[in-house]
């Protein structure tokens, strides 16, 4: 099973710290400067989602370039071999993959790196995916885990509430523990001498 990060949305205040503590370790360690994570809006509740690292992952397999690829029981994307087709946001079932522009290498430089004028067009916002802008480079991002920290993913590390947590084989195992010693203990309750049966 992949690991993957999930989000308890009755312990969620909405104050976005996830989504500041990913950015800030992301472009550290020289990734795009974006976070790998929504927080969503209901009515009455909010919760970051992220990459649920999908175990037949649809992002990997319309890759063109195999810039996705499973590691470390997770789905990693190497931002260096993006070539902006956007084909992976558009396969995510959970829409946890985002183009982000950045712009391309010395656009600042006096002499050769001098930004292009911006073209006009449409200024109503629009979905990520349709997204652009002149002399960027639309790179796709979405949760990595934090693969590069050894201490796991920031946002979990950071959540005031503790409303996030590692989802992986030895959570699910203590999970599947707990709700069988927590039921046999009421089966056990319901069966035991003087008790009347509901039949």
């Keep these: 099973m992949n690991r993957f990060v999930i989000a308890d949305p ?4 909405g104050c976005y710290t996830c989504v500041a503590a990913c950015v800030s370790v992301h472009e550290t360690v020289g990734l795009v400067a974006h976070p790998r994570l929504t927080v969503m809006h209901t009515a009455k509740v909010t919760m970051p989602v992220q990459c649920r690292n999908c175990d037949d992952a649809p992002c990997e397999k319309v890759c063109p370039v195999t810039a996705i690829t499973f590691q470390d029981h997770a789905v990693q ?3 260096s071999l993006c070539i902006s087709c956007k084909m992976c946001s558009l ?5 946890a993959i985002t183009p982000f522009g ?3 290498e010395g656009a600042g430089h006096p002499v ?3 930004l292009a004028e911006p073209i006009d067009h449409d200024p109503e916002p629009v979905h990520p995916i349709l997204a652009w802008a002149a002399g960027q480079k639309a790179v796709a991002v979405k949760c990595d885990m934090c693969h590069f920290l050894p201490e796991g993913p920031a946002c979990i590390r950071v959540c005031p509430t503790e409303a996030l947590r590692l989802v992986d084989d030895a959570a699910l195992n203590q999970s599947a523990a707990d709700k ?3 039921y046999s203990g009421m089966l056990a309750a319901v069966h035991a001498p003087g008790v009347a049966s509901n039949r």
Aim: with cysteine.
């Design 91 to 95: 396969a995510c079932p959970f829409g």
């Design 102 to 104: 950045t712009l391309p």
């Design 180 to 182: 069988r010693a927590k």
């Design 10 to 13: 009755d312990k969620c205040t």
């Design 112 to 114: 050769y790196g001098g």
């Design 77 to 79: 994307i190497n931002e």
